[in-house]
């Protein structure tokens, strides 16, 4: 879920020596442990697949799949977490352009969408915009950890590229319409059962309520998704272009 320039001044972060990463790369005994990551993250991402096609092909309808593959989609998508530190903030920036905080903000959404949302209120699981952001999050993780793990070997194939930088154009507004369809099914039976909320008086003096918290993560797609989405369009400008350069005889 090309550098933050939010951050590009920052060495404690680990983000700051970028350029020295992307020269010397992860040692060998850290490809490794990211190549079986990778691997692992990729197989787990085509169990779902391979669910959810089962699942429609044994019920012959698209209705209510979450259920064939809730055990596994919870699993890797919170297994993407780990990710989150040891991939994005320490190494894949030597190895992938990426974007720490857009990134971050789309791992973190992705694991709240699973178990704040999706897992919490029951009511929303048989939602066909929870299937609209699973076949979504499916399709791309797949690529994603394809691509990661290729590039790690330094053997990435063309297709793989191309699908990367190419199939997000239409995946990505198709994950985010069913995150926030998702939300919004929820809000009703939020607001009534009380979830997740405090209310006043309590010893710690504090209130939280769930329901208006909900609102303002919807609220927060408006700024982050265009410039998560333009800075994808961005970098598959640069990478397709450098790469269609290299393919031209010289």
């Known amino acids: 879920m090309a550098a933050s320039g939010s951050g590009g001044n920052r060495v404690d972060n ?8 992307r020269r010397k790369g992860p040692g060998a005994l850290a490809t490794a442990y990211l190549v079986i990551y990778n691997v692992v993250m990729t197989a787990g991402w085509l169990v779902i697949a391979v669910g959810l096609v089962r699942a429609y ?7 209510s799949l979450y259920y064939s593959i809730e055990k596994p989609l919870k699993f890797f998508q919170t297994g993407a977490l780990l990710e989150e530190y040891l991939l994005i903030a320490k190494y894949l ?22 178990w704040a949302v999706t897992h919490s209120v029951k009511e929303v699981q048989t939602e066909d915009s929870v299937l609209l952001f699973v076949v979504a999050w499916t399709i791309t993780e797949i690529i994603r950890y394809s691509f990661y793990t290729f590039s790690l070997l330094n053997h990435l194939p063309y297709l793989i590229k191309w699908a990367r930088y190419t199939l997000f154009i239409v995946l990505y507004p198709m994950g985010v319409s069913g995150e926030l369809l998702t939300i919004y099914a929820a809000l009703p039976f939020v607001r009534q059962s009380g979830l997740y909320s405090i209310s006043l008086p309590n010893k710690y003096n504090f209130s939280f309520d769930y329901y208006t918290f909900l609102i303002l993560v919807m609220i927060s797609y408006i700024p982050i998704f265009p410039q998560l ?6 970098q598959r400008r640069k990478v397709l272009s450098h790469t269609e350069e290299h393919k031209k005889p010289e």
């Open 14 to 21: 680990g983000y700051g020596s970028q350029q020295s990463r």
């Open 57 to 63: 092909l044994a019920k012959g309808s698209y209705h």
């Open 93 to 114: 920036p030597g190895i992938v352009p990426s974007s720490v905080v857009l990134t971050a903000f789309q791992v973190m959404s992705r694991v709240f969408l699973t």
């Open 229 to 234: 989405y333009f800075h994808m369009l961005h």
